[in-house]
Protein backbone atom coordinates (compact mmCIF):
# COMPACT_ATOMS: atom_id res chain seq x y z
CA UNK A 1 0.00 0.00 0.00
CA UNK A 2 2.55 2.47 0.73
CA UNK A 3 4.53 1.76 -2.57
CA UNK A 4 1.05 2.72 -4.70
CA UNK A 5 1.49 6.00 -2.39
CA UNK A 6 -0.81 5.63 0.48
CA UNK A 7 -0.97 6.41 4.36
CA UNK A 8 -1.27 3.30 6.39
CA UNK A 9 -1.98 3.60 10.28
CA UNK A 10 -2.76 0.83 12.73
CA UNK A 11 -6.52 1.12 14.29
CA UNK A 12 -7.27 2.44 16.72
CA UNK A 13 -5.40 5.19 14.76
CA UNK A 14 -4.67 8.82 16.67
CA UNK A 15 -6.29 10.41 13.38
CA UNK A 16 -9.78 9.96 13.65
CA UNK A 17 -12.07 10.83 16.29
CA UNK A 18 -13.65 6.98 17.38
CA UNK A 19 -9.96 5.59 17.21
CA UNK A 20 -8.24 8.40 19.26
CA UNK A 21 -10.47 8.18 21.77
CA UNK A 22 -9.40 4.40 22.10
CA UNK A 23 -5.51 5.48 21.70
CA UNK A 24 -5.74 7.94 24.01
CA UNK A 25 -6.49 5.71 26.65
CA UNK A 26 -4.70 2.28 25.54
CA UNK A 27 -1.86 3.31 22.58
CA UNK A 28 -1.30 -0.49 22.74
CA UNK A 29 -5.12 -0.93 21.92
CA UNK A 30 -5.53 -4.37 19.81
CA UNK A 31 -8.28 -3.09 17.55
CA UNK A 32 -11.18 -5.49 16.06
CA UNK A 33 -12.67 -4.94 12.67
CA UNK A 34 -15.56 -3.29 13.96
CA UNK A 35 -13.22 -0.24 14.80
CA UNK A 36 -11.56 0.07 11.43
CA UNK A 37 -15.10 0.26 9.98
CA UNK A 38 -15.87 3.10 12.12
CA UNK A 39 -12.66 5.02 11.40
CA UNK A 40 -12.64 4.34 7.71
CA UNK A 41 -16.14 5.39 7.66
CA UNK A 42 -15.40 8.42 9.56
CA UNK A 43 -12.37 9.32 7.78
CA UNK A 44 -14.28 8.59 4.30
CA UNK A 45 -16.77 11.46 5.43
CA UNK A 46 -14.33 14.32 5.71
CA UNK A 47 -13.54 13.97 1.92
CA UNK A 48 -16.96 14.83 -0.23
CA UNK A 49 -15.17 12.96 -2.91
CA UNK A 50 -14.50 9.39 -1.32
CA UNK A 51 -16.62 6.81 -1.18
CA UNK A 52 -16.25 3.96 1.59
CA UNK A 53 -17.51 0.47 0.18
CA UNK A 54 -17.44 -2.23 3.24
CA UNK A 55 -15.74 -5.58 1.93
CA UNK A 56 -17.02 -7.76 4.12
CA UNK A 57 -20.36 -9.49 6.31
CA UNK A 58 -23.02 -7.18 4.23
CA UNK A 59 -25.38 -9.08 1.70
CA UNK A 60 -23.80 -7.77 -1.37
CA UNK A 61 -20.41 -9.09 -0.82
CA UNK A 62 -21.68 -12.46 -0.18
CA UNK A 63 -23.44 -12.66 -3.77
CA UNK A 64 -20.46 -11.32 -5.35
CA UNK A 65 -18.23 -13.59 -3.39
CA UNK A 66 -20.22 -16.53 -4.40
CA UNK A 67 -17.77 -17.10 -7.34
CA UNK A 68 -16.06 -19.14 -5.28
CA UNK A 69 -18.68 -21.61 -4.43
CA UNK A 70 -20.02 -21.59 -7.93
CA UNK A 71 -16.58 -22.77 -9.04
CA UNK A 72 -16.57 -25.09 -6.54
CA UNK A 73 -19.74 -27.03 -8.06
CA UNK A 74 -18.71 -26.99 -11.16
CA UNK A 75 -15.45 -28.75 -10.02
CA UNK A 76 -17.57 -31.47 -8.19
CA UNK A 77 -19.22 -31.76 -11.26
CA UNK A 78 -16.07 -32.78 -13.50
CA UNK A 79 -15.71 -35.26 -11.46
CA UNK A 80 -19.31 -36.37 -10.71
CA UNK A 81 -19.23 -35.89 -7.22
CA UNK A 82 -20.96 -33.83 -4.55
CA UNK A 83 -20.11 -32.78 -1.05
CA UNK A 84 -21.55 -34.06 2.45
CA UNK A 85 -20.20 -31.71 4.38
CA UNK A 86 -19.49 -27.56 3.49
CA UNK A 87 -16.93 -25.82 5.84
CA UNK A 88 -15.09 -22.70 6.10
CA UNK A 89 -13.53 -20.38 8.36
CA UNK A 90 -15.97 -17.05 9.66
CA UNK A 91 -15.65 -13.79 10.98
CA UNK A 92 -18.07 -11.67 9.32
CA UNK A 93 -19.41 -14.05 6.83
CA UNK A 94 -18.12 -13.38 3.51
CA UNK A 95 -15.73 -15.69 2.75
CA UNK A 96 -18.40 -18.63 4.22
CA UNK A 97 -21.31 -17.26 2.37
CA UNK A 98 -18.99 -17.26 -0.96
CA UNK A 99 -18.11 -20.51 -0.40
CA UNK A 100 -21.54 -22.31 1.32
CA UNK A 101 -24.25 -20.35 -0.64
CA UNK A 102 -24.36 -21.84 -4.13
CA UNK A 103 -24.89 -25.21 -2.14
CA UNK A 104 -27.16 -23.74 -0.11
CA UNK A 105 -29.68 -22.86 -3.07
CA UNK A 106 -29.49 -26.97 -3.62
CA UNK A 107 -30.43 -27.19 -0.58
CA UNK A 108 -33.52 -24.95 0.01
CA UNK A 109 -34.52 -25.68 -3.93
CA UNK A 110 -33.66 -29.17 -4.94
CA UNK A 111 -33.59 -30.89 -1.24
CA UNK A 112 -30.09 -32.05 -1.18
CA UNK A 113 -28.80 -32.87 2.18
CA UNK A 114 -25.46 -30.92 2.90
CA UNK A 115 -24.01 -30.23 6.19
CA UNK A 116 -22.83 -26.40 6.86
CA UNK A 117 -20.11 -25.63 9.58
CA UNK A 118 -18.81 -22.53 10.15
CA UNK A 119 -15.19 -22.62 11.93
CA UNK A 120 -15.12 -19.97 14.24
CA UNK A 121 -12.63 -18.56 17.16
CA UNK A 122 -13.75 -18.73 20.44
CA UNK A 123 -12.60 -15.05 21.11
CA UNK A 124 -15.47 -13.78 18.96
CA UNK A 125 -18.52 -16.87 18.00
CA UNK A 126 -20.61 -14.67 16.83
CA UNK A 127 -22.86 -17.02 15.32
CA UNK A 128 -23.27 -18.02 19.34
CA UNK A 129 -24.40 -14.58 19.96
CA UNK A 130 -27.64 -13.19 19.95
CA UNK A 131 -29.71 -12.89 17.09
CA UNK A 132 -30.98 -9.06 17.02
CA UNK A 133 -30.12 -5.85 15.58
CA UNK A 134 -27.22 -4.28 16.30
CA UNK A 135 -24.67 -1.97 14.33
CA UNK A 136 -22.23 -3.55 11.96
CA UNK A 137 -19.65 -0.88 13.28
CA UNK A 138 -18.27 0.24 16.80
CA UNK A 139 -19.05 4.19 16.61
CA UNK A 140 -22.45 2.74 15.64
CA UNK A 141 -22.00 5.19 12.21
CA UNK A 142 -23.69 2.11 9.90
CA UNK A 143 -27.43 1.24 10.12
CA UNK A 144 -28.21 -1.36 11.81
CA UNK A 145 -28.52 -5.27 10.69
CA UNK A 146 -31.01 -7.82 11.90
CA UNK A 147 -27.77 -10.45 12.55
CA UNK A 148 -25.66 -12.89 15.34
CA UNK A 149 -23.80 -10.80 17.56
CA UNK A 150 -21.97 -10.31 20.31
CA UNK A 151 -22.52 -6.77 20.74
CA UNK A 152 -20.45 -3.56 18.90
CA UNK A 153 -18.47 -2.63 21.66
CA UNK A 154 -17.64 -5.96 22.50
CA UNK A 155 -13.81 -6.55 23.87
CA UNK A 156 -12.14 -8.82 21.76
CA UNK A 157 -8.88 -10.86 22.78
CA UNK A 158 -6.18 -10.96 19.95
CA UNK A 159 -5.09 -13.91 17.84
CA UNK A 160 -3.36 -14.72 15.09
CA UNK A 161 -6.45 -15.44 12.65
CA UNK A 162 -7.30 -11.79 12.96
CA UNK A 163 -9.98 -11.83 10.52
CA UNK A 164 -12.41 -14.12 12.79
CA UNK A 165 -12.62 -11.30 15.80
CA UNK A 166 -15.34 -9.63 14.30
CA UNK A 167 -18.90 -8.93 16.48
CA UNK A 168 -20.90 -9.47 13.70
CA UNK A 169 -21.89 -11.59 11.07
CA UNK A 170 -23.97 -11.76 7.55
CA UNK A 171 -27.57 -10.86 7.65
CA UNK A 172 -27.74 -13.71 5.20
CA UNK A 173 -26.04 -16.23 7.04
CA UNK A 174 -27.34 -15.06 10.61
CA UNK A 175 -31.03 -15.80 8.29
CA UNK A 176 -29.78 -19.63 7.74
CA UNK A 177 -27.96 -20.10 11.12
CA UNK A 178 -31.79 -19.05 12.71
CA UNK A 179 -33.29 -21.40 10.73
CA UNK A 180 -31.14 -24.50 11.27
CA UNK A 181 -29.19 -24.90 8.23
CA UNK A 182 -25.61 -23.57 9.95
CA UNK A 183 -23.43 -25.26 12.48
CA UNK A 184 -20.81 -23.53 13.73
CA UNK A 185 -17.32 -24.63 15.68
CA UNK A 186 -15.74 -22.37 18.44
CA UNK A 187 -11.96 -23.10 18.67
CA UNK A 188 -9.99 -22.27 21.94
CA UNK A 189 -7.59 -19.19 21.57
CA UNK A 190 -4.53 -20.09 21.76
CA UNK A 191 -4.90 -21.68 18.32
CA UNK A 192 -2.45 -24.43 18.56
CA UNK A 193 -4.32 -26.99 18.08
CA UNK A 194 -5.66 -25.07 15.09
CA UNK A 195 -1.83 -24.33 13.23
CA UNK A 196 -1.31 -27.89 14.49
CA UNK A 197 -3.93 -29.33 11.90
CA UNK A 198 -2.52 -26.52 9.46
CA UNK A 199 0.91 -27.85 9.73
CA UNK A 200 -0.42 -31.44 9.06
CA UNK A 201 -1.65 -29.93 5.96
CA UNK A 202 1.05 -28.18 5.02
CA UNK A 203 3.48 -31.67 5.54
CA UNK A 204 0.32 -33.01 3.60
CA UNK A 205 -0.03 -31.07 0.79
CA UNK A 206 3.24 -28.40 0.83
CA UNK A 207 1.87 -25.15 1.50
CA UNK A 208 0.76 -22.83 4.27
CA UNK A 209 -2.33 -22.03 4.54
CA UNK A 210 -3.61 -18.04 5.68
CA UNK A 211 -4.29 -18.23 10.07
CA UNK A 212 -8.14 -17.85 9.29
CA UNK A 213 -8.13 -20.58 6.53
CA UNK A 214 -6.38 -22.66 9.17
CA UNK A 215 -9.58 -22.86 11.06
CA UNK A 216 -10.99 -24.36 7.92
CA UNK A 217 -8.79 -27.10 7.95
CA UNK A 218 -8.75 -27.58 11.10
CA UNK A 219 -12.62 -28.46 10.88
CA UNK A 220 -12.03 -30.33 7.53
CA UNK A 221 -9.27 -32.54 9.34
CA UNK A 222 -11.49 -33.29 12.58
CA UNK A 223 -14.76 -34.10 10.28
CA UNK A 224 -12.85 -36.62 7.92
CA UNK A 225 -11.40 -38.31 11.72
CA UNK A 226 -14.93 -38.96 12.53
CA UNK A 227 -15.36 -40.24 8.83
CA UNK A 228 -12.17 -42.66 9.66
CA UNK A 229 -13.87 -43.90 13.00
CA UNK A 230 -17.40 -44.31 12.04
CA UNK A 231 -16.54 -45.99 8.69
CA UNK A 232 -18.33 -43.64 7.02
CA UNK A 233 -17.57 -42.15 3.50
CA UNK A 234 -18.06 -38.22 3.09
CA UNK A 235 -17.03 -36.00 0.62
CA UNK A 236 -15.94 -32.82 2.81
CA UNK A 237 -15.82 -29.70 0.95
CA UNK A 238 -13.48 -26.92 2.82
CA UNK A 239 -12.60 -23.42 1.79
CA UNK A 240 -9.12 -21.83 1.99
CA UNK A 241 -9.23 -18.03 1.38
CA UNK A 242 -5.39 -17.22 1.50
CA UNK A 243 -1.73 -18.54 2.15
CA UNK A 244 0.15 -17.93 5.15
CA UNK A 245 3.20 -16.52 3.81
CA UNK A 246 3.04 -13.42 5.78
CA UNK A 247 1.88 -14.85 8.70
CA UNK A 248 4.83 -17.11 9.55
CA UNK A 249 5.68 -15.25 12.37
CA UNK A 250 2.15 -16.30 14.15
CA UNK A 251 2.53 -19.98 13.37
CA UNK A 252 6.73 -19.49 14.94
CA UNK A 253 5.19 -17.94 17.95
CA UNK A 254 2.04 -20.22 18.76
CA UNK A 255 3.57 -23.42 17.71
CA UNK A 256 6.49 -22.50 19.86
CA UNK A 257 9.12 -22.81 16.53
CA UNK A 258 10.98 -19.30 17.94
Given at each position: MKLLGADVHASPSPITEVGKALYDKNREHVGSLGIAISEGLEDSQKDSKATYCLGSVLNHVLMHQTIIGLEAKKQFELFDDY?????????????????????????????????????????????????????????????????????????MEPIKGDGLRYHGCSPIISLLRNKGYVDTVAYPKDEKHVFEMA??????????????????????????????????????AFNISGHGFLDMSGYRTVLGLE
Open positions: PDIVISCFGGGSNFGGFALPFVGDVLKKGKKIKFIAAQSEVAPNLQGEYAYDFADYAEITPMLKMYTLGHKIDKMFMETEGWLPAPESAYSVCCAIEEAIKCKETGEKKAI
